[in-house]
Nanobody, 125 residues
């Protein structure tokens, strides 16, 4: 299984970025997937997840209303549209997948079976 995240970069506060995560090596369309992030000196934290069908999503309170998670099973790709970015969103963003067949969303690392390599997002004030 490979999860390759990309799309990070440097953006000013209030700006937008879209992260992508290309998945391979497993049946992408039957498992949940999502994003975590880790800021310097802090523990990794949950950002958002989406269930196997794309019909159910879950967000951390800190990103609700600003971030949108989606998936395209035809392309085996996960997305995270990030709007109204704040300096506190600065972190390395990791995509992560579970292996619970037709499972629901999650918000803890205990559900994660596979991790991507991360992409850096830096928001300047």
């Amino acid at each position: 299984v490979q999860l390759q995240a990309f799309g990070g970069g440097l953006v000013q506060a209030g700006g937008s970025l879209r992260l992508s995560c290309a998945a391979s090596g497993y049946r992408f369309s039957t498992y949940g997937i999502g994003w975590f992030r880790q800021a310097p000196g802090k523990e990794r934290e949950f950002v958002a997840s989406v269930n196997w069908s794309g019909g159910t999503t879950r967000y951390a309170d800190s990103v609700k209303g600003r971030f949108t998670i989606s998936r395209d099973s035809a392309k085996n790709t996960l997305y995270l549209q990030m709007n109204s970015l704040k300096p506190e969103d600065t972190a390395v963003y990791y995509c992560a997948a579970d292996r619970i067949l037709y499972g629901s969303t999650w918000n803890t690392e205990s559900s994660i079976a596979y991790w991507g390599q991360g992409t850096q997002v830096t928001v300047s004030s």
